[in-house]
């Protein structure tokens, strides 16, 4: 394992945020938020919306990060932009380098309603294989959810994370990671096979429930597929939910992106404690969400994973009542082994019984990978992210406040 500590960039920020010195930062800003802003500083709509495109591109797909830089506009406004707006990127505290290639970031933001509080930090993951190149991004700082066997569970919710700041890992990854026209690989070997891009795939599984971010988890996913911006397929997309029914049929229609549920049992009495959500929205009412899932379909399959707890969730049994549950439903089970950390009251399920229960579904036509666990020797893998962000009491943010 490297561990290496750097210092690069700015905090991120929100839709329409501005900092003490009244810029606003066009991270994570939509396209028609961009034009209106232009037309209030006094440009007319045709020249708005060619500006507009111009910064866009210069933006997502050049990765600038000084106006300074966007060679096919004008002097005059250059000098607009650079008055008005700001192109923030997270402060980077730490990256470590795991034994598999594996990178994790820390990063820091400051809330972009109230720059006067402590920033926050959120853990950002890429995982480099042969075929892709997946980041694992985050939706809020800690989570609200408190699954028993992930470690993210045992922060407390600090805050949702803006739309700025959720693209911003994306930018702040495709810079490190020299993903950019011009950028240095920091590592031979980085891009998988036959891509141009060390990033091909986003996931949204990182720290938090993406659906009770809604809005900006939205938001983000759309910019992140913009054909003309980071131009991410949206089958190359996937977020990943622990349950919320409500927001699930929603974000198929608002984003289009690939789902992922996290299941990890087959009865509501073993799911309710792993999964405390489950006792608002059951297994029955999570399944019948997925079969309406928009667009669902054999080439649009949903993920259902699973992670192997020892002796609590492995049993021949459950591998066949999933495949009985999962009936109908255009589907791939992604077998995860438990990655351990520090207190937690479970153990990784004995490798002849995942294989048992891999069998089990294959057999029953389910394809069911069993993940490698990656980046586990610096905390990295699935379940494993935790930052020291804490919620502040009220009285602390009013006393901040006040300063």
Known sequence: MVSLDLATGKPGSENVSTSSSDKTDLIGLERPQIEELLISFGLGEKEARMRTRQLWNWIYVNGITDFERMSNVSKVARELFHSKFSL????????????????????????????????????????PEPSRGTLCVSSQVGCTLTCTFCHTGTQRLVRNLTAG?????????????????????????????????AITNIVMMGMGEPLYNFENVKNAMLIFSDGD????????????????????????????????????????????????INKKWPIREL????????????????????????????????????VRLLANIPAKINLIPFNPWPGSPYECSDWETIERFSDIVNKAGYA?????????????AC?????????????????????
């Open 88 to 127: 923030q990127r997270p402060e980077v505290i730490s990256e470590q380098v795991s034994s598999d290639g594996t990178r994790k970031w820390l990063f820091r933001f400051v809330d972009p309603a109230n720059p006067t509080l402590p920033p926050v930090d959120v853990e950002t993951v890429y995982i």
């Open 165 to 197: 700041e959720i693209v911003g890992q994306v930018v702040m990854a495709r810079e490190l990671l020299g993903d950019f026209p011009g950028g240095e690989r920091p590592m031979n070997g980085l891009v998988p096979g036959g891509e141009t891009r």
């Open 229 to 276: 911006g980071l131009s991410v397929s949206k089958r190359r997309i996937t977020l990943s939910t622990s349950g919320v029914v409500s927001e699930i049929k929603a974000i198929g229609e608002q984003a289009g992106v690939m789902l992922a549920i996290s299941l990890h049992a087959v009865r509501d009495d073993l799911r309710n404690e792993l999964v405390p």
């Open 287 to 322: 399944l019948e969400a997925c079969r309406t899932y928009p667009g669902v379909s054999n080439a649009r399959r949903i993920t259902f994973e699973y992670v192997m707890l020892k002796g609590i969730n492995d049993s021949d049994a459950d591998a066949k009542e999933l």
């Open 368 to 380: 069911s990978p069993v993940r490698t666990p990656r980046g586990r020797d610096i905390f990295a």
């Open 383 to 403: 379940g494993q992210l935790k930052s020291t962000s804490e919620r502040l009491s009220k009285k602390e943010r009013d006393a901040l406040s006040a300063k």
